[in-house]
């Protein structure tokens, strides 16, 4: 069980950093031209806030478990 958790919580993780630092890289005009039709909903500072929060996301479910800091979050995340 212990492997199963660090397969999903890895995989989980690489696409929140995938998916956070497209954000954080990209200006909001291209990422809306590349299809994330939703950005044009919000300036450009909500656009990167969301990017930080999902490579905090990413953070938050590999940290606890490696530092074995309150382990039983990444089951929970």
């Known amino acids: ?3 199963a958790l660090w ?3 890895g995989l989980l993780a690489v696409g929140f950093v995938a998916s956070g630092g497209q954000k ?3 200006s909001k005009e291209r ?3 590349g299809g ?3 950005a044009e909903d919000f300036g450009t500072s909500g656009v990167k806030t969301i990017g930080l929060l999902e490579v ?3 953070v938050g ?3 606890p ?3 074995d800091i309150a382990p039983v979050l990444v089951g929970l995340a």
């Open 1 to 3: 069980m212990n492997i």
């Open 7 to 9: 397969i999903v919580a």
């Open 24 to 26: 954080l890289t990209q």
């Open 31 to 33: 990422l809306v031209a």
């Open 36 to 38: 994330s039709w939703w």
């Open 56 to 58: 905090a996301g990413a």
């Open 61 to 63: 479910l590999i940290l």
């Open 65 to 67: 478990a490696l530092l």
